[in-house]
Protein backbone atom coordinates (compact mmCIF):
# COMPACT_ATOMS: atom_id res chain seq x y z
CA UNK A 1 0.00 0.00 0.00
CA UNK A 2 1.74 3.60 -0.66
CA UNK A 3 0.15 6.98 0.39
CA UNK A 4 0.16 8.90 -2.48
CA UNK A 5 -0.51 12.51 -0.51
CA UNK A 6 -1.15 12.85 3.43
CA UNK A 7 -3.14 10.87 4.91
CA UNK A 8 -6.87 12.72 5.38
CA UNK A 9 -7.54 10.78 8.50
CA UNK A 10 -10.97 10.61 9.98
CA UNK A 11 -12.17 14.03 7.58
CA UNK A 12 -15.74 12.52 6.33
CA UNK A 13 -17.47 13.96 3.63
CA UNK A 14 -19.12 17.14 4.90
CA UNK A 15 -20.83 15.82 7.74
CA UNK A 16 -22.72 13.06 5.73
CA UNK A 17 -22.39 9.22 6.64
CA UNK A 18 -20.04 8.97 3.37
CA UNK A 19 -16.37 8.68 5.30
CA UNK A 20 -14.50 7.13 1.77
CA UNK A 21 -15.00 6.63 -1.55
CA UNK A 22 -12.47 3.70 -3.03
CA UNK A 23 -12.09 3.28 -6.33
CA UNK A 24 -11.09 0.13 -8.85
CA UNK A 25 -8.86 1.40 -11.80
CA UNK A 26 -9.12 -0.92 -15.26
CA UNK A 27 -12.19 -0.47 -16.82
CA UNK A 28 -13.38 1.79 -13.89
CA UNK A 29 -11.32 5.04 -14.50
CA UNK A 30 -9.17 3.94 -17.11
CA UNK A 31 -10.05 2.01 -20.31
CA UNK A 32 -7.57 -0.29 -20.30
CA UNK A 33 -9.41 -3.44 -19.80
CA UNK A 34 -9.58 -4.08 -23.71
CA UNK A 35 -5.41 -3.65 -23.72
CA UNK A 36 -5.12 -6.10 -21.40
CA UNK A 37 -7.09 -8.40 -23.44
CA UNK A 38 -5.00 -7.27 -26.08
CA UNK A 39 -1.57 -8.29 -24.29
CA UNK A 40 -3.20 -11.50 -23.68
CA UNK A 41 -3.52 -12.44 -27.21
CA UNK A 42 -0.24 -10.93 -28.22
CA UNK A 43 1.80 -12.84 -25.92
CA UNK A 44 0.08 -16.13 -26.50
CA UNK A 45 0.20 -15.90 -30.06
CA UNK A 46 3.95 -15.17 -29.37
CA UNK A 47 3.65 -18.88 -27.20
CA UNK A 48 1.54 -20.21 -30.76
CA UNK A 49 -1.77 -20.79 -28.70
CA UNK A 50 -4.61 -18.54 -29.52
CA UNK A 51 -6.77 -17.36 -26.89
CA UNK A 52 -10.60 -18.19 -27.45
CA UNK A 53 -12.75 -14.55 -27.04
CA UNK A 54 -14.99 -16.52 -24.70
CA UNK A 55 -12.32 -16.62 -21.95
CA UNK A 56 -12.13 -12.58 -21.83
CA UNK A 57 -15.07 -12.68 -19.28
CA UNK A 58 -13.47 -15.46 -17.43
CA UNK A 59 -9.61 -13.23 -16.56
CA UNK A 60 -11.49 -9.57 -16.34
CA UNK A 61 -10.96 -7.75 -13.49
CA UNK A 62 -9.00 -10.26 -11.44
CA UNK A 63 -5.81 -10.78 -10.04
CA UNK A 64 -3.03 -11.61 -12.73
CA UNK A 65 -1.83 -14.75 -11.07
CA UNK A 66 -5.56 -15.84 -11.28
CA UNK A 67 -6.24 -14.68 -15.39
CA UNK A 68 -2.70 -15.95 -16.10
CA UNK A 69 -2.80 -19.14 -14.43
CA UNK A 70 -6.19 -19.78 -16.13
CA UNK A 71 -4.85 -19.13 -19.27
CA UNK A 72 -2.01 -21.33 -19.14
CA UNK A 73 -4.13 -23.80 -17.87
CA UNK A 74 -6.45 -23.57 -20.87
CA UNK A 75 -4.04 -23.46 -23.55
CA UNK A 76 -1.09 -25.95 -22.12
CA UNK A 77 1.49 -22.91 -22.96
CA UNK A 78 5.08 -23.91 -21.62
CA UNK A 79 5.26 -20.81 -19.60
CA UNK A 80 5.93 -20.85 -15.86
CA UNK A 81 3.01 -18.20 -14.16
CA UNK A 82 6.01 -15.88 -12.93
CA UNK A 83 7.19 -16.05 -16.82
CA UNK A 84 3.86 -14.82 -18.09
CA UNK A 85 3.38 -12.03 -15.22
CA UNK A 86 6.20 -10.15 -16.36
CA UNK A 87 5.89 -11.12 -20.27
CA UNK A 88 2.03 -9.24 -19.56
CA UNK A 89 3.04 -6.46 -17.43
CA UNK A 90 5.56 -5.81 -20.33
CA UNK A 91 3.35 -5.90 -22.82
CA UNK A 92 0.89 -3.50 -20.86
CA UNK A 93 2.71 -1.03 -19.81
CA UNK A 94 4.17 -0.72 -23.27
CA UNK A 95 1.23 -0.40 -24.89
CA UNK A 96 -0.10 2.03 -22.40
CA UNK A 97 2.78 5.13 -23.29
CA UNK A 98 2.63 8.32 -21.73
CA UNK A 99 -1.28 8.93 -21.43
CA UNK A 100 -4.40 6.61 -20.82
CA UNK A 101 -7.62 7.10 -22.19
CA UNK A 102 -10.04 7.76 -19.12
CA UNK A 103 -13.56 6.61 -18.84
CA UNK A 104 -16.42 9.02 -19.19
CA UNK A 105 -17.49 11.46 -16.03
CA UNK A 106 -14.01 10.23 -14.19
CA UNK A 107 -11.81 13.34 -14.39
CA UNK A 108 -15.17 15.41 -13.15
CA UNK A 109 -15.97 12.80 -10.13
CA UNK A 110 -12.39 12.85 -9.06
CA UNK A 111 -12.05 16.85 -8.92
CA UNK A 112 -15.41 16.88 -7.44
CA UNK A 113 -14.31 14.40 -4.52
CA UNK A 114 -11.07 16.21 -4.65
CA UNK A 115 -12.98 19.66 -4.28
CA UNK A 116 -14.64 18.43 -1.35
CA UNK A 117 -12.49 16.42 0.81
CA UNK A 118 -13.57 13.39 0.59
CA UNK A 119 -10.97 10.46 1.01
CA UNK A 120 -10.41 8.56 -1.72
CA UNK A 121 -8.03 5.50 -2.51
CA UNK A 122 -7.39 3.44 -5.76
CA UNK A 123 -7.41 -0.29 -5.12
CA UNK A 124 -6.43 -2.11 -8.07
CA UNK A 125 -5.40 -5.77 -8.70
CA UNK A 126 -2.87 -4.71 -11.06
CA UNK A 127 0.83 -4.41 -9.68
CA UNK A 128 2.59 -1.50 -7.98
CA UNK A 129 4.85 -1.29 -11.43
CA UNK A 130 1.35 -0.63 -13.54
CA UNK A 131 -0.22 1.12 -10.78
CA UNK A 132 2.18 3.90 -10.76
CA UNK A 133 2.35 4.37 -14.50
CA UNK A 134 -1.84 4.77 -14.95
CA UNK A 135 -1.37 7.45 -11.84
CA UNK A 136 0.70 9.86 -14.27
CA UNK A 137 -2.79 10.13 -16.25
CA UNK A 138 -5.24 9.97 -13.02
CA UNK A 139 -2.82 12.30 -11.17
CA UNK A 140 -1.66 10.90 -7.42
CA UNK A 141 -3.09 13.84 -6.46
CA UNK A 142 -6.59 12.81 -6.31
CA UNK A 143 -5.98 9.53 -3.65
CA UNK A 144 -4.76 9.50 -0.22
CA UNK A 145 -3.46 6.41 -0.77
CA UNK A 146 -3.46 3.11 -3.72
CA UNK A 147 -3.43 -0.26 -3.01
CA UNK A 148 -1.72 -2.69 -5.50
CA UNK A 149 -2.85 -6.37 -6.05
CA UNK A 150 0.85 -7.96 -5.82
CA UNK A 151 0.70 -5.98 -1.65
CA UNK A 152 -1.88 -7.99 -0.67
CA UNK A 153 -1.50 -11.58 0.12
CA UNK A 154 -5.06 -12.19 -1.39
CA UNK A 155 -6.67 -9.61 -3.84
CA UNK A 156 -9.86 -9.40 -5.37
CA UNK A 157 -12.20 -11.08 -4.91
CA UNK A 158 -11.48 -10.88 -1.58
CA UNK A 159 -11.93 -8.26 1.01
CA UNK A 160 -8.25 -7.72 2.18
CA UNK A 161 -8.02 -4.85 -0.50
CA UNK A 162 -10.79 -2.79 0.26
CA UNK A 163 -10.19 -3.75 4.01
CA UNK A 164 -6.85 -1.98 3.82
CA UNK A 165 -8.00 0.69 1.99
CA UNK A 166 -10.56 1.54 4.43
CA UNK A 167 -8.15 1.53 7.41
CA UNK A 168 -5.69 3.15 6.00
CA UNK A 169 -8.35 6.37 5.33
CA UNK A 170 -9.66 5.32 9.25
CA UNK A 171 -13.36 4.96 7.80
CA UNK A 172 -15.63 2.62 8.38
CA UNK A 173 -15.87 -0.20 5.52
CA UNK A 174 -19.92 -0.12 5.78
CA UNK A 175 -19.64 3.45 5.41
CA UNK A 176 -17.13 3.49 2.51
CA UNK A 177 -18.41 3.53 -1.31
CA UNK A 178 -16.56 1.89 -3.91
CA UNK A 179 -16.35 1.60 -7.58
CA UNK A 180 -16.36 -1.07 -9.52
CA UNK A 181 -16.80 -2.18 -13.60
CA UNK A 182 -16.06 -6.27 -12.99
CA UNK A 183 -18.38 -8.99 -10.75
CA UNK A 184 -14.82 -10.05 -9.09
CA UNK A 185 -14.22 -6.60 -7.72
CA UNK A 186 -17.80 -5.92 -6.78
CA UNK A 187 -17.46 -9.73 -4.80
CA UNK A 188 -14.37 -8.07 -3.34
CA UNK A 189 -16.34 -4.45 -2.13
CA UNK A 190 -19.41 -6.57 -0.81
CA UNK A 191 -17.11 -9.24 1.34
CA UNK A 192 -15.76 -5.81 2.69
CA UNK A 193 -18.81 -4.62 3.79
CA UNK A 194 -19.00 -1.75 1.12
CA UNK A 195 -21.80 -0.06 -0.41
CA UNK A 196 -20.96 -0.35 -4.19
CA UNK A 197 -21.29 0.93 -7.49
CA UNK A 198 -21.26 -0.94 -10.53
CA UNK A 199 -20.22 0.17 -13.90
CA UNK A 200 -19.85 -2.97 -16.29
CA UNK A 201 -17.17 -2.50 -18.32
CA UNK A 202 -17.15 -6.08 -19.97
CA UNK A 203 -19.49 -8.41 -18.50
CA UNK A 204 -22.81 -7.01 -17.41
CA UNK A 205 -23.78 -6.99 -13.52
CA UNK A 206 -27.12 -7.33 -11.71
CA UNK A 207 -28.96 -4.88 -8.94
CA UNK A 208 -28.57 -6.59 -5.34
CA UNK A 209 -28.87 -5.09 -1.72
CA UNK A 210 -26.28 -2.75 -1.48
CA UNK A 211 -25.22 -2.52 -4.79
CA UNK A 212 -26.26 -0.13 -7.26
CA UNK A 213 -25.81 -0.30 -11.38
CA UNK A 214 -24.98 2.39 -13.40
CA UNK A 215 -24.17 2.50 -17.15
CA UNK A 216 -21.24 5.03 -16.63
CA UNK A 217 -19.66 7.36 -13.91
CA UNK A 218 -21.43 10.20 -15.72
CA UNK A 219 -24.28 9.79 -13.62
CA UNK A 220 -22.38 9.75 -10.34
CA UNK A 221 -21.41 12.51 -8.60
CA UNK A 222 -21.32 12.86 -4.76
CA UNK A 223 -24.95 14.31 -4.15
CA UNK A 224 -25.37 10.70 -5.65
CA UNK A 225 -23.12 8.63 -3.59
CA UNK A 226 -24.03 10.27 -0.37
CA UNK A 227 -27.79 9.38 -1.11
CA UNK A 228 -27.08 5.53 -1.51
CA UNK A 229 -25.94 5.68 2.28
CA UNK A 230 -28.67 7.50 3.66
CA UNK A 231 -31.25 5.41 2.40
Same mark, same amino acid.
Given at each position: ??????????????????????????????????????????????????????????? #???????????????????????????? /?? =? &??? &??? &???????? &????????????????????????????????????????????? =???? +???????????????????? #??????? =?????????????????????????????? +????????? #? =????? +?? /????
Amino acid at each position: MTTTVPALGTQTAEGSALQAVLLDMDGTLVDTEGFWWDVEVEVFAGLGHTLDDSWRHVV #VGGPMTRSAGFLIEATGADITLAELTVL /LN =D &GFE &GRI &GRTLPLMP &GATRLLAELAAHGVPTALVSASHRRIIDRVLTSLGPQHFALTVAG =DEVE +RTKPHPDPYLLAAAGLNADP #VRCAVIE =DTATGVAAAEAAGCHVVAVPSVSPIAPAAR +RTVVSSLEE #V =DLPFL +RG /LLAV
